[in-house]
């Protein structure tokens, strides 16, 4: 399970108009650090399901007809090698026997048998030199058709669990907790205030210079804001390190691989997510750099090319994370996901403030993180399964405490909870 707590200094609820790098959706091969162990076989007699099930998360669809084909191809060119291969070791151990049987001769031959056995060992190196020319055109081409399945089978999100509503935004309710009409009642003629209006008053973030500094839908949290986000941190880290989670401080930058591989992929039309520092290649052919869009991403990476004991599963982490990406975007990880929403009474309305998602075996294929069962069958390793979730994302959890706990005197109670976490641990936050 990877848990992550989201801080993101660089928006506030509004989708951030920033311009990212721009991404097409075009069909090429995204670099990995490990290679990527994918069923070719599965996706080949399922290919007509996963394309519709690409079009109904609206990515652009592989063609099943090609991936069969290639994948056909890929079997032959495969047996192919297979007979030459073994073609090229039936001639390497005939001309060692015959060599050897030669040598062993006590007496002279004759000039006819020599010529023969000559001939027969210059017929044996033509024959070897031929295969050996077929094998190497052969793995050619087998490398080839892999790094065209490869470019397709990347490209296919998840499957969806057949619960899951289907729809341009399928949103089934499961849950309301509390009565959110009555937080924050009316009183005469007070009515509450979204936390932007609230901040004149309080003063808890610095829209105008930040907007300076870097552009619009960016803030400065200071004072309470700061200590409210710091406080929400400790808070959310000390929940799950008491529930058996290992605490972890992520790196902010990542390979855009990695965040391949963990599913952040443009849906059709759709920009890329990430904010990419750099293209360049390094040493061992990866491509690019990127900030993290969640710490979900580095914590995958943390396992990433491991055999891990079944006895050590399940592995619980948290992690904090700034969340440096765009809001639009597909997850195509995602078997299954549930959000969590705090109602807003500022804006009249309900903002997410954490999801968590069943990601199956596709992070794990794709970053090749295996177990090793403690009992094995037939498979000595497995594939893990990921479990995702946001314990919270900070600044819209900020923006519901303001909102739903302010008074009619224009101050903001400070939830228990929390007070212990804030310099002075103060209860409420007044002008």
């Not at 707590?5 to 928006?11: A, C």
């Not at 050996?132 to 790094?147: N, W």
């Not at 992929?265 to 390094?282: A, H």
């Amino acid at each position: 399970m990877l848990h992550s707590i989201s801080s993101s200094p660089r928006r506030l609820l509004q989708q951030c108009r920033h311009q990212a790098v721009r991404h097409s959706s075009s069909l090429q091969r995204p670099d990995y650090i490990v290679k990527p162990r994918l069923d070719y076989g599965y996706i080949a007699d399922h290919a007509d399901e996963l394309a519709n099930n690409m079009r109904s998360r609206n990515y652009d669809p592989i063609d099943p007809t090609d991936f069969q084909r290639l994948h056909q191809q890929r079997k032959d060119l495969y047996q192919q090698l297979l007979v030459l291969r073994s073609q090229r070791n039936t001639l390497s151990k005939a001309a060692a026997a015959h060599q050897k049987q030669h040598l062993k001769k006590a007496s002279p031959v004759s000039s006819t048998a020599a010529a023969l056995a000559s001939s027969t060992r210059d017929r044996s190196i033509q024959q070897a030199q031929s295969i050996k020319a077929d094998i190497k055109r052969h793995e050619q081409e087998l490398e080839l058709v892999e790094s065209q399945l490869l470019t397709q089978a990347l490209l296919i999100p998840n499957t969806i669990h057949p619960n899951v509503p289907r729809g341009e935004d399928p949103v089934v309710v499961k849950k309301v907790q509390g009565d959110h009409h009555g937080l924050s009642p009316d009183t005469g003629d007070w009515k509450p205030l979204d936390h932007v209006a609230l901040n004149d008053r309080l003063k808890f973030m610095d829209l105008q210079q930040a907007s300076r500094v870097t552009g619009s839908s960016f803030y400065y949290l200071q004072g309470i804001g700061a200590y409210l986000e710091l406080a929400l941190i400790q808070y959310a880290m000390d929940k799950a390190v008491q529930r058996g989670y290992l605490g972890i401080l992520t790196p902010d930058i990542v390979r855009t691989s990695l965040a391949n591989a963990c599913g952040f992929q443009p849906r059709r039309g759709e920009s890329q997510q990430m904010y990419k520092i750099n293209d360049t290649t390094d040493d061992n052919g990866d491509t690019g750099l990127c900030l993290t869009g969640t710490a979900e991403i580095p914590l995958a990476g943390k396992y990433m090319d491991q055999i891990i004991p079944q006895v050590d599963l399940p592995l619980r982490c948290v992690g904090f994370g700034h969340s440096f990406r765009m809001e639009a975007g597909g997850r195509a990880s995602a078997y299954r996901k549930y959000d969590i929403e705090a109602w807003l009474p500022g804006r009249k309305t309900w903002g997410e403030i954490s999801s968590t998602s069943n990601c199956t075996d596709y992070q794990a294929r794709r970053l090749s993180i295996r177990y090793r069962p403690t009992h094995p069958t037939q498979d000595n390793t497995l594939f893990c399964h990921t479990l995702n979730g946001t314990a919270m994302a900070v600044p819209r959890v900020i923006i519901a405490i303001l909102e739903s706990f302010q008074r009619p005197d224009g101050s903001v109670e400070i939830p228990k909870v929390l007070q212990k976490w804030i310099p002075g641990q103060p209860t409420v936050i007044s002008v």
